[in-house]
């Protein structure tokens, strides 16, 4: 085992050793009178990467938008450090301790850093405050140089950059990525992972991330949530959920299409794709 | 033809000469359809979000009255305003009939529809998961509202230019509650009608002349606003 490695599994125990942070109970929502989604209980530690996979249409975005408190839920309780949310008053307050990127950048017709200035300004945060932080979290999404630029001119991997940014400058306790990275390509996405992985760990972010690459799932997740037919099946680390799969659905997720191609090379060196 | 040029003639004179009644009825329809526009913007802006981010009883109802109050002939609006206004009638106490002030209503019943009708036009038009995102940065209700508008603030320029040409160029309901009174009522589009019916084409060459350049200027000024900073 590598250092690394080692790390990570420290990691790992001291993220299952922390205090709840994020507490779902009973969550069900409706659509059209549809049951889109029905979540017995879900705990976050706080700090912790939570990697939602599932097949299209199995309610990953659905539980993301309720944890986000953008969709009220029929039934069911969100906890934030231990306190209820209510869903009538202080939902502004309590939507001002989370961020959410959505898949689209959804960026403002405006300039980079008028975006990443946005959730401050709406927190009433004066421009004096504003400044060093928008500059801080433009320099560690490595947008700096695209400060004055106009989003609208923006390449993909730039515009998810500033979506980013414009999240985590408000220190979000929880953040809800709702498959970020799955407009990108493969190598703009890889950058962007690299890039954005060091600063989850660093910020002790709680996130939930919403993909249906499970190899993205496997890398960047402390705990893999499998969500299928509305159903949370499955939480549990990576190598747990690869090594015992909940039911026969779960393991047909994970399972390879085909085995690693035949030249030793490649095996040694095969990166998933 | 030798009517049109003669009357293109008296129109460069008057305008030279900086005729003072010219210059007077210009000033009047700048304010009386400049006043209107506002208002409209006003209402109408907010009002159209909201009918564009909300799901009701009656929303297909209503939607549908708007779009018809797009298309409504100035000379009907005339018609009621007067009716409303009129000494008899339900709001005649307030004396407004042959002010300016009818005349801004009357603009307004005109340019409301257009106003709101454009603006459901373009809140529609944006992402429906901006609404999200929004939220998600944590965004009050007005912050919402505001920040829809000002992403949609180009074709919301649309709606201006459209409501203000609207009224500016409206002679029916003006003439009617307004009643073109000399230093009082009479508007570039009113004096017009008037100097026709008296046979005095170059009088209202002139008021068309400054009509024309007028709605221009105005029109080229949110042009610029609209397209500022925009490469092609």
Aim: proline share 5%; hydrophobic share 50%; glycine share 8%.
């Amino acid at each position: 085992m590598s250092a690394g490695q080692i790390e990570q599994v420290e990691r790992r125990a001291d993220v299952a050793n922390a205090t709840p942070h994020v507490e779902v109970r009973g969550l069900v929502v409706r659509r059209s009178g549809r049951v889109v989604l029905d979540v017995d209980g879900l705990e976050l530690r706080r700090g912790e990467i939570l990697a939602l996979v599932g097949p299209n249409g199995a309610g990953k975005s659905t539980l993301v938008t309720a944890l986000a408190l953008l969709e009220r839920p029929a039934a069911g309780t969100i906890l934030l450090d231990g306190e209820q949310v209510d869903w009538r008053r202080g939902l502004l307050a309590a939507r001002r301790r989370l961020a959410i990127v959505f898949q689209e950048p959804l960026l403002f017709d405006t300039t980079v850093a008028d975006n990443v200035a946005t959730g401050l300004k709406l927190r009433g945060i004066s421009g004096r405050e504003r400044e060093p932080l928008v500059a801080r979290w433009l320099d560690r999404l490595g947008i700096v140089h695209l400060a004055r630029r106009q989003a609208r001119t923006l390449s993909g991997g730039e515009a998810q950059r500033t979506s980013l940014a414009r999240a985590l400058v408000l220190a979000p306790e929880l953040l809800l990525l709702d498959e970020p990275f799955a407009a990108l390509d493969a190598p703009t996405r890889e950058a962007l992972t690299d890039d954005l992985l060091p600063l989850l760990r660093e910020t002790a972010t709680t996130t939930v991330l919403v993909t249906h690459d499970r190899d993205e799932a496997l890398e960047m997740g402390d705990r893999i949530g499998v969500i299928l037919d509305g159903r949370l099946v499955q939480v549990d680390r990576p190598e747990a959920v690869l090594a015992a799969p909940a039911n026969e659905a779960v393991a047909a997720f994970f399972r390879r299409r085909r085995p690693a191609a035949p030249r030793s090379d490649a095996i040694l060196h095969s990166s998933p794709t | 033809m030798d009517l049109f040029f003669e009357g293109l003639a008296r129109a460069v004179t008057l305008l030279l000469q900086g005729d003072r009644e010219l210059l007077r009825v210009t000033l009047l329809s700048l304010q009386v359809s400049g006043t209107a526009t506002i208002l409209c913007l006003l209402v109408g802006v907010p009002l159209g979000t909201a009918l564009a981010l909300t799901r009701f009883p009656g929303r297909g109802i209503a939607l549908g009255l708007v779009n018809t109050g797009m298309g409504l002939p100035p000379v009907v609006v005339g018609l009621i305003v007067s009716i409303m206004l009129w000494r008899t009638g339900p709001l005649g106490q307030l004396r407004l009939l042959y002010t300016p002030t009818a005349m801004v209503i009357a603009q307004c019943v005109i340019a409301l529809p257009i106003v709101v009708g454009l603006t459901v036009a373009a809140i529609q038009q944006l992402n429906p998961k901006l609404r999200l995102q929004i939220l998600g940065l944590g965004a009050s209700r007005m912050q919402l509202l505001w920040l829809l508008i000002r992403e949609a603030r180009l074709p919301l320029l649309a709606a201006v230019m459209a409501g203000f040409g609207a009224v500016i160029s409206e002679v029916g309901a003006s003439i009617m509650v307004g009643g073109n009174l000399l230093g009082q009522t009479r508007v570039l589009t009113t004096a017009t009608v008037m100097e026709v019916s008296k046979g005095e084409f170059g009088a209202a060459m002139a008021f068309s002349v400054v009509l024309l350049l007028l709605v221009y200027t105005v029109n080229a000024l949110l042009t610029w606003v609209q397209q500022r900073g925009r490469p092609l």
